[in-house]
């Protein structure tokens, strides 16, 4: 066998470690996240009708689309000021009991119906250990942040395998921006031409792992397009990455 040419593999979380656990996922978590705020700010004095927080909610997933778009990010807290600006409660009067309660509802609803490890991700993680890889968890977040999912990873018991997890609303800046990459790799002590990275979106994955010098795998998903973003390999099962390293390694 060759010397070892990847010492790294970085992976995106959602559709790639982890899966959405039901149809029409962001419809459920609307839903049950502002009625859940309706009860919370009844219970502090302030009530505010359900349309209004609603529409305070699609606002802030708005503009927190236009943050992400420029590749960055902020924090939870900083989320929940959008909601709270839109319905017209000035953050300073707002007690920490009150923003607490809100964030809690953004997770203890994501806990009702958590998302799912991937088909074959532990086992997987596992073989790739064992071949003594480096391994990272390089995620987007939306409107939960890393420190739910570290938890939940946990839970399922993949936390394990992992070197580092580096989540866009800690670190404030998001795929595909290549520092994103770059900085991860720093902390694993990996150049990126020893490391890929595997994820389900071409834009924010591939290009952007390829743009930080590392090697890019496209988990393909139904209905997305694997030529954008020009991969260097693609799978349509996670089984396969261990093939591709045999191959990259000059295995029999």
Same mark, same amino acid.
């Given at each position: 066998?060759?010397?070892?040419?990847?010492?790294?593999?970085?992976?995106?979380?959602?559709?790639?470690?982890?899966?959405?656990?039901?149809?029409?996922?962001?419809?459920?978590?609307?839903?049950?996240?502002?009625?859940?705020?309706?009860?919370?700010?009844?219970?502090?004095?302030?009530?505010?009708?359900?349309?209004?927080?609603?529409?305070?909610?699609?606002?802030?997933?708005?503009?927190?689309?236009?943050?992400?778009?420029?590749?960055?990010?902020?924090?939870?807290?900083?989320?929940?000021?959008?909601?709270?600006?839109?319905?017209?409660?000035?953050?300073?009067?707002?007690?920490?009991?009150?923003?607490?309660?809100?964030?809690? $509802?953004?997770?203890?609803?994501?806990?009702?119906?958590?998302? $799912?490890?991937?088909?074959?991700?532990?086992?997987?993680?596992? *073989?790739?250990?064992?071949?003594?890889?480096?391994?990272?968890?390089?995620?987007?977040?939306?409107?939960?942040?890393?420190?739910?999912?570290?938890?939940?990873?946990?839970?399922?018991?993949?936390?394990?395998?992992?070197?580092?997890?580096?989540?866009?609303?800690?670190?404030?800046?998001?795929?595909?921006?290549?520092?994103?990459?770059? *900085?991860?790799?720093?902390?694993?002590? $990996?150049?990126?031409?020893?490391?890929?990275?595997?994820?389900?979106?071409?834009?924010?994955?591939?290009?952007?792992?390829?743009?930080?010098?590392?090697?890019?795998?496209?988990?393909?998903?139904?209905?997305?397009?694997?030529?954008?973003?020009?991969?260097?390999?693609?799978?349509?099962?996670?089984?396969?990455?261990?093939?591709?390293?045999?191959?990259?390694?000059?295995?029999?």
């Amino acid at each position: 066998m060759s010397e070892m040419m990847i010492k790294a593999i970085t992976f995106d979380l959602w559709h790639t470690v982890l899966e959405e656990p039901m149809e029409n996922f962001a419809e459920f978590l609307r839903e049950n996240r502002t009625k859940a705020m309706e009860q919370v700010f009844e219970a502090h004095g302030l009530p505010q009708p359900l349309e209004d927080i609603e529409r305070a909610y699609d606002a802030q997933g708005q503009k927190l689309l236009d943050i992400w778009n420029r590749g960055l990010d902020i924090d939870e807290e900083a989320q929940m000021g959008i909601v709270l600006s839109e319905l017209g409660i000035a953050t300073d009067i707002v007690d920490d009991g009150l923003k607490e309660n809100l964030l809690d $509802v953004y997770h203890e609803v994501l806990a009702r119906v958590p998302p $799912v490890p991937f088909d074959g991700a532990e086992q997987l993680l596992g *073989g790739l250990r064992d071949r003594g890889l480096s391994l990272a968890i390089i995620s987007n977040t939306g409107r939960t942040g890393g420190a739910f999912f570290r938890e939940l990873l946990e839970g399922y018991g993949l936390a394990r395998f992992f070197d580092v997890m580096v989540f866009s609303n800690e670190a404030r800046i998001r795929k595909p921006n290549k520092e994103i990459f770059l *900085g991860t790799l720093e902390t694993l002590r $990996v150049s990126p031409e020893e490391a890929m990275h595997v994820g389900d979106d071409s834009d924010t994955d591939v290009i952007g792992a390829k743009n930080a010098g590392m090697k890019g795998i496209l988990l393909l998903i139904q209905g997305r397009d694997p030529e954008r973003g020009d991969p260097d390999f693609v799978v349509t099962k996670l089984s396969e990455i261990l093939d591709i390293l045999k191959e990259l390694e000059g295995a029999d």
